[in-house]
């Protein structure tokens, strides 16, 4: 039997460029073309530099939260936050790299929240302390190992409602991501641990479905 080669990660998710009208095969549109494409390098660039750094920021801010401002703490974070910084800055680069060149290649859009209006909703004050305060009861929750402290609402649901692993704290989070003010901080966590990667790499995985439904069509 034939085997099948599996193509590295980044081979899968090279895909070409999507056609276009045609208008900018002439030298004006070519230029337009690229003074765009440049145009939005630039801005993605400065946009996830922003964006790693306020997410690794805000994650060192929740951890002093969490450790109730001790001094100790504070002066460990202190010296090692530039290490902290380029460590997780050079794990996002590599996803920014692919991110934007499935971009660049007309595969998707520019993300959605890439404007200024958008960095000042991820930067609301009751989003921050929303944040930091659920970090601390995260914390006080796991010192005493506290995995099935959902609130009566949720556990006496109807029969049949949810599985039975769903009605705990799976990482000791505040309601089990089944409340509203657990909805409302889940976002900035995830991308607070992911070091506000996690769209775009959410984002890659389209690179990959599309991928697969070419090589499907090319088989048919």
């Known amino acids: 039997a034939a085997s099948t080669r599996v193509l590295p990660y980044s081979q899968r998710c090279a895909l070409k460029p999507r056609a276009g009208d045609g208008?900018?095969?002439?030298?004006?549109?070519?230029?337009?073309?690229?003074?765009?494409?440049?145009?939005?390098?630039?801005?993605?660039?400065?946009?996830?530099?922003?964006?790693?750094?306020?997410?690794?920021s805000l994650f060192l801010l929740a951890f002093m939260s969490a450790a109730r401002f001790n001094p100790q703490a504070i002066i460990g974070l202190i010296v090692g936050h530039g290490g902290f910084y380029l460590t997780f800055y050079a794990i996002a680069k590599s996803v920014y790299d692919s991110d934007w060149k499935c971009i660049k290649d007309g595969l998707y859009k520019m993300p959605y929240d890439a404007d200024l209006s958008s960095i000042l909703q991820w930067m609301?004050?009751?989003?921050?302390?929303?944040?930091?305060?659920?970090?601390?009861?995260?914390?006080?929750?796991?010192?005493?190992d506290g995995w099935q402290e959902l609130p009566a609402?949720?556990?006496?649901?109807?029969?049949?409602?949810?599985?039975?692993?769903?009605?705990?704290?799976?990482?000791?989070?505040?309601d089990g991501?089944?409340?509203?003010?657990?909805?409302?901080?889940?976002?900035?966590?995830t991308e607070a641990l992911f070091s506000g990667t996690q769209d775009a790499m959410q984002r890659?995985?389209?690179?990959?479905?599309?991928?697969?439904?070419?090589?499907?069509?090319?088989?048919?």
């Not at 006496?156 to 769903?166: A, M, N, R, T, V």
């Not at 991501?177 to 966590?189: G, N, P, Q, R």
Request: aromatic share 16%; charged share 20%.
């Open 23 to 56: 208008s900018s095969a002439t030298p004006l549109g070519l230029l337009s073309s690229g003074l765009k494409t440049t145009l939005d390098s630039v801005w993605y660039m400065l946009f996830h530099a922003w964006r790693t750094w306020y997410f690794c």
């Open 124 to 144: 609301r004050p009751d989003r921050t302390i929303a944040y930091c305060k659920d970090v601390r009861e995260i914390a006080d929750r796991a010192s005493r």
């Open 153 to 174: 609402t949720y556990r006496e649901l109807p029969s049949g409602s949810y599985p039975e692993y769903y009605l705990r704290n799976f990482h000791y989070q505040t």
């Open 177 to 189: 991501w089944l409340s509203d003010a657990s909805a409302f901080v889940y976002e900035v966590s």
């Open 204 to 220: 890659m995985g389209l690179a990959c479905i599309s991928h697969w439904l070419a090589r499907r069509r090319e088989n048919e």
